[in-house]
């Protein structure tokens, strides 16, 4: 379906994040397939620094987990690491993203084209701003519940 966004409902509210399928194809289908099965749901950021990123998306909370599936081929493209922009973590190997993500609180242009941009936040980043910051947070905030909508 076109025009899809991801919506994390964090403790504090939502956070509206409209979809790239045009820059990661592959990439949001994954977010998409683990969103319908409730993978994201109670799931910690466990990496917040401030003027940086907030990393979400471990299912142990510890940034070392993934989901159950295979890793995904790297979808790079021409766009930019700025406030707001949602993009896949992975490991020193390119093709090792798998469930994890951050969303970017600054410009953090050092990651383009290294790292996979497939969505940019349109309301809520604010909520994210807000985050408890660590590595991992004393108190780490948590998505209660990740569902797609139609635009």
Known sequence: MADEKLVLTLDSGDVVIKLRPDLAPGHVERIKELV?????DGVKFHRVIPGFMAQG????GTGMGGSSKPDLKAE???EPHVRGVCSMARTSYPHSANSQFFICFDDARFLDKQYTVWGVVESGMELVDALPKGEPPA???AIQKAAIVAA
């Open 139 to 141: 108190k780490p905030g």
């Open 57 to 60: 998306g471990c299912p142990q």
């Open 36 to 40: 319908g099965e409730g993978f994201y």
């Open 76 to 78: 790079f493209s021409d």
